[in-house]
């Protein structure tokens, strides 16, 4: 009898010993786990450098001192933009243009002009990513004609010779762009340095579209 209540104790002992265990590994299991994926980087904005642009302006040439006349005129160009501050949105662009202006009253009259502008820029942006940004700008530009020449009838004559003018001339710019992404809309006002000995005296009102690269 003392040897069958033994064996009934050993039992009981065994029994709740397993359960203790059980309850132990169910308690301080350890739960599979794995490094979370990182997230893709988000596109950074990047500074484009390059652009070519189309130019229209209305322009009013001083040729004579007492004569002022309108041209229409188209301007395809390059510029290159060059950051000064690491860690600040300034630039100095500097670029160049061929400029075709025409005019059909008074007188008949077709220009060719070379232009090479420099300016500083900067730029406020609009969106966290910096793909908006409002830039205001302002610089000089070198301006040579290459070609001017009046039409009367059937006959072509040069400016330079009948107009008395200069083939080279200085003026300063200032406008402001509109950048979306690689694109840019804007507006800029143009005029040569005063200089009464030299024609033409430039001033033009102009708009442009270019495209970033």
Request: glycine share 6%; net charge neutral; with cysteine.
């Amino acid at each position: 009898m003392r040897l069958t209540h033994k064996i009934m104790a050993l039992l009981a002992i065994l029994c709740l010993s397993l359960n203790a265990r059980a309850q132990y590994d169910e308690e301080y299991e350890v739960e599979e786990w794995t490094l979370d994926e990182e997230e893709e980087p988000k596109p950074q904005h990047k500074e484009y450098k390059n652009a070519i642009y189309l130019h229209y302006s209305h322009a009013r040439y001083k040729v004579s001192d007492e004569s002022r006349v309108n041209f229409n005129e188209f301007q395809l160009g390059y510029n290159r933009l060059i950051q000064v501050l690491e860690d600040m949105p300034y630039f100095v662009e500097a670029g160049a243009g061929i400029k075709f202006s025409w005019n059909k009253s008074p007188m008949e009259a077709r220009v060719l002009t070379f232009r090479i502008p420099v300016n500083v820029l900067y730029k406020i942006y609009l969106s966290k990513e910096k793909d908006y940004a409002i830039a205001p700008f302002a610089g000089v530009s070198l301006r040579a004609i290459a070609m001017a020449r009046e039409r009367t009838g059937a006959k072509s004559t040069s400016l330079f010779d009948t107009g008395g003018w200069k083939s080279v001339q200085v003026a300063w710019q200032a406008g402001v762009r509109f950048y979306l992404n690689r694109y840019y809309l804007g507006v800029s006002y143009s005029r040569d340095f005063r200089d009464s000995s030299k024609f033409p005296g430039v001033r033009e009102s102009a708009v442009h579209l270019g495209y970033c690269f």
